[in-house]
């Protein structure tokens, strides 16, 4: 949560004042600058809020869960 409440964490629309491209994650980007680069999603398909941790791609390749500061 401290991660998705961080000022600078965002659910960006659009790009540059246009509709987000699909180059860029459209229709929606998250982007969390708190996370390293491979916690940062192109595609959002959808959005879960848990106290668990679910794992994932890339937990199931080896990295850690959490992935920033």
Do not use: C
């Amino acid at each position: 949560m401290a991660s998705a409440l961080h000022a600078q964490t965002l659910l960006a629309l659009t790009y540059d004042g246009d509709v987000l491209p699909p180059k860029y994650g459209f229709p929606i980007k998250l982007r969390v600058p708190t996370k390293l680069g491979y916690k940062n999603p192109k595609h959002i398909v959808a959005i879960s809020v848990t106290n668990e941790y679910p794992g994932g791609y890339w937990e199931n390749q080896g990295y850690n869960w959490f992935g920033g500061s």
